[in-house]
């Protein structure tokens, strides 16, 4: 059971932005609910006013011109993700993430928006959106920003967004070259769990190799360090010194699902398997 | 804060006037007495509550009543005509795929939505189609052997038609 509230569906955008800024601390964003009615049924969260972003126009759904990039709108559900045709095959990195969330049947609720939004330092999607240098257009109180994902996240279930914001659209530049994508998480269960490490990586065929983590820092994190190693040499001893600069990088804690340490020696390895594969899915595609 | 709503459920409009937060699972079971949808966890994390909404699984206890207005709903209630039960009904019997049921309804609805949008599964999409449902007692094992076979049989029905 849920303890009682009040539920508003937002007609537009500036009607959600009204509607939250008259809700006050008490009121929410409501997008799929998977996070926010978990918190409410185990009274970590009482709120007097849900407001429901489903219905404003453009928050569902992909759009994708080319030379434009790709726009998401951030109540589009996990699962639209990934079976959108356009996402698999030019940002395989993001189908992945999102098919790694929860259950199918949280995934069909799940939006992008709210598992960044939540901002669980966890967040599947997060990584993903880092190593695609993806911008957060929001709107509130003071009209409309558009944020890079990079200084999204402020710490763990915190972010930049303003009381009265909400996240709209997420939008993906086109990549300028071709590229290849791995997301490799690391749960006790093939499903229905957290990350205890998780590792995004993408490689393009300009050379550069963009790797970020997720479940090893306050906010999923980019690793520069890491990725300046593989510039110039891509050779196992390079793959070696990145993946000890991604370990370097990490400062996870320990909880329920593992410990720190093992969590350090995890980002290691995996970030070594992430690097080799993406490479080896580079070279693989170029050939065809 | 009360709502009208309206919605299709197992074929049959109902309109009622709920609470805000009455969620969907609630209002299946104590407005409706559609008690197969069942509250394991409250949470999402056992998809005993698994209907299907618009064709697609969800777990009816992280969703609202009024969030499923103007949508429709199918339930394990929904899934038989008068006694002729549905084929993943019948092949849950037919394989003892179910001890104590608990699970059952759950699971049988994530088969439902998996065979709607993908008739002839692989067994790995099963598993993956059930990964949401937690069963304590039966196992999977049979239950996977139970969706597979309705997807192989369908199947071969089809080609008979074609034939």
């Known amino acids: 059971m849920l303890l009682s509230f009040d539920y508003v569906r937002a007609r537009s955008k500036d009607d959600a932005v009204n509607l939250a800024v008259e809700a006050g601390p008490n009121g929410r964003f409501l997008a799929g609910g998977t996070d926010l009615f978990v918190r409410m049924y185990d009274r970590q969260l009482r709120l007097k006013t849900l407001i429901d972003v489903k219905e404003i126009e453009g928050i569902e759904g992909m759009e994708c011109q080319n030379g434009q990039g790709l726009s998401i709108g951030a109540a589009s559900?996990?699962?639209?993700?990934?079976?959108?045709?356009?996402?698999?095959?030019?940002?395989?990195?993001?189908?992945?993430?999102?098919?790694?969330?929860?259950?199918?049947?949280?995934?069909?609720?799940?939006?992008?928006?709210?598992?960044?939004?939540?901002?669980?330092?966890?967040?599947?999607?997060?990584?993903?959106?880092?190593?695609?240098?993806?911008?957060?257009?929001?709107?509130?109180?003071?009209?409309?920003?558009?944020?890079?994902?990079?200084?999204?996240?402020?710490?763990?279930?915190?972010?930049?967004?303003?009381?009265?914001?909400?996240?709209?659209?997420?939008r993906i530049p086109e990549p300028d070259t071709r590229s290849y994508g791995v997301y490799l998480k690391l749960g006790r269960t093939n499903s229905v769990d957290l990350s205890i490490v998780s590792v995004a990586c993408l490689a393009l065929a300009s050379g550069e190799v963009r790797i970020a983590l997720g479940a090893v820092a306050p906010t999923p994190i980019r690793v520069t360090e890491a990725e300046s190693i593989l510039l110039s040499r891509k050779d196992e001893e390079a793959i070696a010194f990145a993946a000890s600069a991604?370990?370097?990088?990490?400062?996870?804690?320990?909880?329920?699902?593992?410990?720190?340490?093992?969590?350090?020696?995890m980002v290691e390895v995996l970030t070594k398997n992430a690097i080799e594969q993406a490479l080896a899915g580079l070279a693989a595609t170029g050939e065809v | 804060m009360l709502h009208n709503i309206e919605m299709t459920v197992n074929g049959e409009l109902v309109k009622?006037?709920?609470?805000?937060?009455?969620?969907?699972?609630?209002?299946?079971?104590?407005?409706?007495?559609?008690?197969?949808?069942?509250?394991?966890?409250?949470?999402?994390?056992?998809?005993?509550?698994?209907?299907?909404?618009?064709?697609?699984?969800?777990?009816?206890?992280?969703?609202?009543?009024?969030?499923?207005?103007?949508?429709?709903?199918?339930?394990?209630?929904?899934?038989?005509?008068?006694?002729?039960?549905?084929?993943?009904?019948?092949?849950?019997?037919?394989?003892?795929?179910?001890?104590?049921?608990?699970?059952?309804?759950?699971?049988?609805?994530?088969?439902?939505?998996?065979?709607?949008?993908?008739?002839?599964?692989?067994?790995?999409?099963?598993?993956?189609?059930?990964?949401?449902?937690?069963?304590?007692?039966?196992?999977?094992?049979?239950?996977?052997?139970?969706?597979?076979?309705?997807?192989?049989?369908?199947?071969?029905?089809?080609?008979?038609?074609?034939?």
């Open chain 1, 77 to 170: 559900s996990l699962n639209m993700l990934v079976g959108n045709e356009t996402i698999r095959s030019r940002y395989g990195l993001l189908a992945q993430a999102a098919h790694s969330v929860g259950s199918l049947q949280v995934r069909n609720r799940a939006s992008i928006g709210g598992n960044i939004c939540n901002a669980s330092p966890a967040a599947d999607t997060a990584p993903a959106l880092l190593v695609y240098d993806a911008e957060i257009e929001t709107w509130g109180p003071r009209n409309t920003r558009l944020i890079p994902i990079s200084q999204f996240f402020t710490g763990p279930g915190k972010t930049v967004l303003e009381h009265g914001e909400f996240v709209y659209k997420i």
């Open chain 1, 246 to 265: 991604a370990k370097e990088t990490a400062v996870p804690i320990s909880d329920v699902r593992a410990g720190e340490e093992y969590r350090l020696d």
């Open chain 2, 16 to 163: 009622a006037k709920v609470p805000s937060h009455m969620r969907l699972l609630d209002f299946l079971r104590e407005e409706l007495d559609l008690i197969g949808a069942k509250e394991g966890c409250g949470k999402g994390e056992c998809g005993a509550c698994t209907v299907l909404v618009e064709g697609k699984a969800v777990n009816s206890c992280l969703m609202l009543a009024v969030e499923a207005s103007g949508k429709e709903v199918l339930t394990v209630e929904g899934l038989s005509e008068g006694d002729s039960l549905d084929p993943i009904q019948q092949s849950i019997i037919d394989n003892s795929a179910l001890q104590c049921g608990y699970c059952t309804p759950g699971m049988v609805m994530s088969a439902k939505g998996l065979l709607l949008r993908n008739p002839s599964p692989t067994r790995d999409e099963v598993v993956e189609a059930i990964s949401g449902n937690l069963c304590r007692c039966t196992g999977y094992a049979r239950v996977v052997d139970a969706i597979m076979q309705v997807a192989a049989s369908s199947k071969s029905q089809d080609e008979g038609s074609e034939g």
